[in-house]
Structures are given as structure tokens and as C-alpha cells.
Antibody, heavy 119, light 110 residues
Framework: EVQLVESGGGLVQPGRSLRLSCAAS????????MHWVRQAPGKGLEWVSG????????GYADSVKGRFTISRDNAKNSLYLQMNSLRTEDTALYYC????????????WGQGTLVTVSS | EIVLTQSPGTLSLSPGERATLSCRAS???????LAWYQQKLGQAPRLLIY???SRATGIPDRFSGSGSGTDFTLTISRLEPEDFAVYYC???????????FGPGTKVDIK
């Protein structure tokens, strides 16, 4: 059974940093690109960042470029999101999501970890 | 950047009725790159349709997707009580990664 379990969320002040993790199991992690998608309270889905299976290709939404860094450790079956210079508008539930074998949609999602940026 | 627009914002229907949800892209999208998701309150999104018209594993056949170019449609042939939820379309670009979601359509009980 595929499982994605996010952790690392919490309450943080504006300008500070936070590192999210996503532990994957139930599939061959290093076969798939992985992504982060967030959802602000009461709002829609917003793609944040994605990374290819070998970390050779990485992309970011304009809203987080230069502040967030995605990475993965295939030996640990883990995905990460380093979030620096956090803003109040980064407050959201952060999901990690696995790309389908075809590579263009997300077939498995974690339950999310909540990040609240507030003074 | 491709912008996705979904309409209507809210669709109020009764169980048993047919639901037709629209997703329009600001420029042409390959059908292979268009997906639909269902999200219920307090839950993670669930993949319904990929490649514009292929149902994901375990998705009932009352859900169907169609369309090409800039206009795509998700149809629920007969609404079941568990289908009342928010639906998002999503397109996938590769430059190297550029994913966008539509704003969502809420299907609620009339």
C-alpha cells in the first residue's frame, strides 16, 4: 500500500525557516518524480515544487522561487521542502504527492502538514 | 504560464442528476496533460481522470472526462451522495516542471 506521510509543520514567525519532510513507502520511490502542493485555509490547490526521480530536474512556483528548496533522499525514501523567509501568505496545508507512472498527474497524496506563519 | 478557469464556481444539484463541469485553459493543452481531482472536506485530493478522459484506478464509470485544446469537461452521469465535493482540473507542463490547478468547482446538494 502506497503511503505518504508529511511532517515538520508548525507555527513559525514571518521571516523564519521550516523544513518539511515526506516519508514514502509502498512503492519504488526512486522511480518517480515527487511534488509539493499546498492549500491555504478555505482556498484551492496551489502547486509549490517538483523534483525528478534523480533530482536532475527541479521546478518551483513563482511565489516560492528563491525562498523554498526541494530535495530528496532516495536511500531514505524521503522528500523534503526547505522553506526560508516565510511569509504569512505561505500559511497552508502542505501535501506531498506522487506522480503517476505516465508522469502528468498525481495518483497518491499524503494527508498534509499544516504550516502557520504568524507573529 | 497556462491559466485554468473552471465554471461554474458552484453547482447545486440533486442526487441522481447529471453534473457537467468545465475547465478552460488560457492556451492549448495536450490532452495527455489534463487531469481532474475530487476533494472532500478534510481530505486530500483524489485523482479521478488523467489524460483528459482516462479514469484512475477504482473510479466509478459514472465519472467521465472529455475535451481537447482549451476546453475540457468532467461529467458525473448520476450524482451519488458521496459525489458532493470540490472538483479541480490540473494541467502539467515540463519546463522543467510547471503545474497549475484550476480554482475548483463546488458541487453541492440542492
Amino acid at each position: 500500500e502506497v503511503q505518504l506521510v508529511e511532517s515538520g509543520g508548525g507555527l513559525v514567525q514571518p521571516g523564519r525557516s521550516l523544513r518539511l519532510s515526506c516519508a514514502a513507502s509502498g512503492f519504488t520511490f526512486d522511480d518517480y518524480a515527487m511534488h509539493w502542493v499546498r492549500q491555504a485555509p478555505g482556498k484551492g490547490l496551489e502547486w509549490v515544487s517538483g523534483i525528478s526521480w534523480n533530482s536532475g530536474s527541479i521546478g518551483y512556483a513563482d511565489s516560492v522561487k528563491g525562498r523554498f528548496t526541494i530535495s530528496r533522499d532516495n536511500a531514505k525514501n524521503s522528500l523534503y521542502l526547505q522553506m526560508n523567509s516565510l511569509r504569512t501568505e505561505d500559511t497552508a496545508l502542505y501535501y506531498c504527492a506522487k506522480l503517476t507512472p505516465r508522469g502528468y498527474s498525481f495518483d497518491y497524496w499524503g494527508q498534509g502538514t499544516l504550516v502557520t506563519v504568524s507573529s | 504560464e497556462i491559466v485554468l478557469t473552471q465554471s461554474p464556481g458552484t453547482l447545486s444539484l440533486s442526487p441522481g442528476e447529471r453534473a457537467t463541469l468545465s475547465c478552460r485553459a488560457s492556451q492549448s493543452v495536450s490532452s495527455s496533460y489534463l487531469a481532474w481531482y475530487q476533494q472532500k472536506l478534510g481530505q486530500a485530493p483524489r485523482l479521478l481522470i488523467y489524460g483528459a478522459s482516462s479514469r484512475a484506478t477504482g473510479i466509478p464509470d459514472r465519472f467521465s472526462g472529455s475535451g481537447s485544446g482549451t476546453d475540457f469537461t468532467l461529467t458525473i452521469s448520476r450524482l451519488e451522495p458521496e459525489d458532493f465535493a470540490v472538483y479541480y482540473c490540473q494541467q502539467y507542463g515540463s519546463s522543467p516542471f510547471r503545474v497549475t490547478f484550476g480554482p475548483g468547482t463546488k458541487v453541492d446538494i440542492k
